[in-house]
């Protein structure tokens, strides 16, 4: 079956330092792929997708890549800020007839300290 | 605000006790899901409903957890006889079925039920 692989957390910069977040999938079909983020006491947000390979998301200075020789789509951001503290999800939707459901990583917390 | 909403954000109940959680999808959207977060988890599938019709359950989805659509708008999640492990965050989302990859889904804040 499909499954998601992150990074275990929690993850702590300081400002201003550069963000990776790791994440692996294994899927059937040829999945779409998405980051979610999710703050303190909130739902997910979408944060980028990419659907197809080579594709790079980007959204608010995060970037990755759907990268299939390596079957993976890390997370990126240049420069952290203390409001970028919260958990990343990073997930799939498999492809293919009556793929549906969001198969998510166990998340990754980051904390930003100023 | 057009998101997705859900009620009520917080539950607390007793053991045995059935609750029910509602959901309001964004207003396009024919297709709903619901998922289930535990502490330090991701979410999981519970089930996905197209329009009215429920298309897929997850064996996750006991048989004391109902959940309907009527008229392909709002959802709700019933849990009856709750048990201590049903504890989690059900969250909802929406999207709009155009079967392509670019298909999106949206979430709404959670409904976090506490069975004590």
């Known amino acids: 079956g499909d499954s998601v692989t992150q990074m275990e957390g929690p993850v702590t910069l300081s400002e201003e330092a550069f963000l990776t977040i790791n994440c692996t999938y294994t899927?059937?079909?040829?999945?779409?792929l998405f980051w979610y983020v999710q703050y303190p006491g909130e739902g997910l947000q979408l944060l980028l997708k990419a659907t197809k390979a080579d594709d790079k998301g980007s959204n608010k200075g995060f970037e990755a890549t759907y990268r299939k020789e390596t079957t993976s789509f890390h997370l990126e951001k240049g420069s952290v800020q203390v409001s970028d503290s919260a958990v990343y999800f990073c997930?799939?939707?498999?492809?293919?007839?009556?793929?549906?459901?969001?198969?998510f990583g166990k998340g990754t917390k980051l904390s930003v300290i100023p | 605000d057009t998101g997705v909403s859900q009620n009520p954000r917080h539950k607390i109940t007793k053991r045995g006790q059935n609750v029910t959680f509602r959901c309001d999808p964004i207003?396009?959207?024919?297709?709903l899901y619901w998922y289930r977060q535990t502490l330090g988890q991701g979410p999981e599938f519970l089930t996905y409903f197209q329009n009215e019709a429920q298309l897929e359950k997850s064996r996750l989805l006991s048989d004391r957890f109902s959940a309907e659509r009527p008229k392909g708008s709002f959802s709700t999640l019933e849990i009856q006889r709750t048990e201590q492990g049903d504890s989690a965050m059900y969250l909802c989302?929406?999207?709009?079925?155009?079967?392509?990859?670019?298909?999106?889904?949206?979430f709404g804040p959670g409904t976090r039920l506490l069975v004590l």
């Open positions: 899927a059937t079909g040829y999945p779409s």
């Open positions: 989302a929406s999207s709009v079925g155009t079967g392509t990859p670019q298909e999106t889904q949206y």
């Open positions: 207003s396009e959207h024919n297709r």
């Open positions: 997930a799939l939707k498999d492809s293919g007839a009556g793929s549906y459901q969001l198969t």
